[in-house]
Each structure stands twice: as C-alpha cells, then as structure tokens.
C-alpha cells in the first residue's frame, strides 16, 4: 500500500462549487504540505502543517483552507472553486526527527469548469 | 527570497550519454536540497536528499552534488537510457519552512 494517499485521483467541478482534497499517510510523520503545480510555474506551496495544532499559509494560500484531522490526515478545501484553480494538487509528508525529506502522494487532478 | 534555477529547461540525449543536470539557488542558508523525478501527469518520486553538511549522495546511476557556498548542486545520470526519460526537479529547505522547487529540467533519452 502507499506510504501516502490522495482522494479524490481526479475531479471535474463547477465554478463556485465547494471542493475538498483528502491526504492521509502512514508513514507517522509530523509534517504535511499541500502543493499545487501549474505547467510553466512549477511548483507552489499552498499550506504547511507541523503538528496538528500548527498549520500555516504557503504562498498561494488565497481561495484555499485546510484542515489537519490527525496527525496521518490532511485535507484541502477550495471553498468557491474557480477555473484558475485548476491545477495538479499534491500532499506531501516528512519527519522532523529525521532529516526532513519529503516524500509525496500521486497527486489529485482537479478541473474547475 | 530564496529562488531556485534548473539549466537547462530541456535536454535531449542519445542512449549511453552521461549527463548532468543543473540547479542554482540564490540564498546559501539551506537546510538540504532534494532531487525528484517526475514522470508526465505523475506524482514526484524523490532520488537523492543532501543534507547541508554533506557534498554528495549516490544512488546507482546518478550522483548528486552540493556547493553550499556558490548556490549549486549538480545531478549526474550515468550511462543514460530510454527509461530515464523524465522531468527532474530540484528543491531545497530552509530551516521551519517546506520545498522551494526549481521549473524542473525535462529529459528524453532515445533508443
């Protein structure tokens, strides 16, 4: 089974229509990340969660809301979708402990019509 | 801001071809940079972690280096196949913060 997981795999939605990304992971660690990569821009961060009381704005956090459940499960939200929204969504995790590298799930591909 | 750079954007190699992939960043005060590979619509599979205090890591075919100082690290594919065709992607880690990723280098090996 997959260290880290991601549902729905892909989504087509409507404008203004409320939307919510699912990650769960088992690989017991403390950190999760929500990206989002456009072709051209790369990569961005749009939230960082440390432990599940610290969560915290990326740099395209605008339009966006998160929630960490417990620590394996963090979840995205995009609470009016808009078609700019559309984009390759990605959770990743790592372990504070260690050496924090990241390890990421398959990605959600999500299109706003 | 810290800003990551991948050279060049895209490379195209015969099979067998030992190449090298580039990344520069601008703010030296890095807590690692990790290499992943990416296939097309896919998630990232990471390859090589390099800590700060380290210079190199090796995994089979490829050999990443770091040069904290001059903002650089390089990623070396050895004796290059079809297979290896892929988007590579540099990132690094501040200290409290999450991935800063380069635009990527896309590679085609051909047969």
């Known amino acids: 089974d997959a260290d880290v997981t991601q549902t729905p795999r892909n989504r087509i939605t409507k404008t203004g229509k409320r939307i919510m990304l699912e990650c769960s992971q088992t690989k017991g660690h403390d950190r999760m990340y929500w990206y989002r990569q456009d072709p051209g821009l790369g990569l961005q961060l749009i939230y960082y969660s440390f432990d599940v009381k610290d969560i915290n704005k990326g740099e395209i956090s605008d339009g966006y809301s998160v929630s960490r459940q417990a620590q394996a499960k963090f979840s995205l939200s995009l609470e009016s979708a808009i078609p700019n929204q559309t984009a390759l969504y990605f959770c990743?995790?790592?372990?504070?402990?260690?050496?924090?590298?990241?390890?990421f799930g398959p990605g959600t591909r999500l299109t706003v019509l | 801001k810290q800003e990551v750079t991948q050279i060049p954007a895209a490379l195209s190699v015969p099979e067998g071809e030992n190449l090298v992939l580039n990344c520069s960043f601008t703010d030296s005060a890095i807590y690692n940079l990790q290499w992943f590979r990416q296939d097309p619509g896919k998630g990232l599979t990471s390859l090589l972690l390099i800590q700060s205090s380290q210079r190199e890591q090796t995994s089979g075919r490829l050999n990443a280096s770091l040069d904290k100082s001059s903002g650089r690290s390089t990623l070396y594919i050895a004796a290059s196949q079809p297979g290896d065709s892929a988007t590579y992607l540099c990132a690094v880690v501040e200290a409290g913060t999450a991935l800063i990723f380069g635009k990527g280098t896309t590679l085609s090996v051909s047969s």
């Open positions: 990743a995790t790592s372990d504070s402990r260690t050496d924090y590298e990241q390890f």
